[in-house]
């Protein structure tokens, strides 16, 4: 099963507007990604943030984790139409060597 | 660089085939990763190796297996194909056993069984 949830699980915005996802999850973690999948392609990694690590910026993205919520939040600042795709965060568990666990994902859609 | 790279890209299977997809990481790359991706169960994790040693498996019937050879190239191998195994199965790559890294992904083996 998975241990992520996202929320929400669909989102519309118009471009040029803030996006936010949401993720909680279960277990104590080393790390958490956030990775964008086009048209059931294959997944490209955006960010990892450490669990000694609050907040990390890249680009357009801000990602903040909060482990004693378990939760980590992906903004996407200035959303463009190519943004257009799903969005998944992703776990990697204390003693799971190599295993992430993904979230359901949330769709995101940015209209011109 | 070259990316990860899964062949083949598409795959029509019959129930009861078997069937065998290969995935060549980056270069340098010593982790290999697969995943299952399907509408109703997302993704879906199956295994990781780690310079040829399996390290960790996820809850999948032995009718799925894989392997890593010297050069870090993986392939897996489902045999005895059900419907279900219908999915998009994506390959993931990562320099080391350090999991400071995030993981390149593949563009996937679409497999339809018939």
């Known amino acids: 099963s998975q241990q992520g949830e996202e929320d929400p699980q669909a989102l519309s915005i118009q471009e040029g507007e803030n996006a936010t996802m949401n993720c909680s999850y279960k277990t104590s973690i080393n790390n958490l990604q956030w990775y964008r999948q086009n048209s059931g392609r294959g997944l490209v990694h955006l960010i990892l943030i450490r669990s000694n690590e609050r907040e990390k910026h890249s680009g357009r993205l801000r990602v903040t984790l909060d482990t004693s919520k378990k939760s980590s939040s992906l903004l996407i600042t200035a959303s463009r139409a190519a943004d257009t795709a799903s969005y998944f965060c992703?776990?990697?568990?204390?003693?799971?060597?190599?295993?992430?666990?993904f979230g359901q994902g949330t769709e995101l859609s940015v209209k011109p | 660089k070259a990316g990860v790279t899964q062949t083949p890209r598409y795959l029509i299977k019959t129930r009861g085939q078997q069937v065998t997809l290969s995935c060549s990481p980056i270069?340098?790359?010593?982790?290999v990763s697969w995943y299952q991706q399907t509408p109703g169960q997302g993704l879906q994790f199956l295994f990781e190796?780690?310079?040829?040693?399996?390290?960790n498996k996820g809850n999948f019937p032995g009718r799925f297996s894989g392997r890593q050879f010297s050069n870090s190239r993986s392939e897996m191998n489902v045999s005895t194909l059900e419907l279900g195994d219908s999915a998009l199965y994506l390959c993931a790559s990562s320099p080391a056993s350090d999991r400071g890294y995030g993981y390149t992904f593949g563009s996937g083996t679409r497999l339809t069984v018939v």
């Open positions: 270069s340098g790359h010593r982790s």
């Open positions: 190796y780690f310079s040829e040693t399996q390290r």
């Open positions: 992703a776990t990697d568990a204390e003693n799971q060597g190599g295993k992430l666990i």
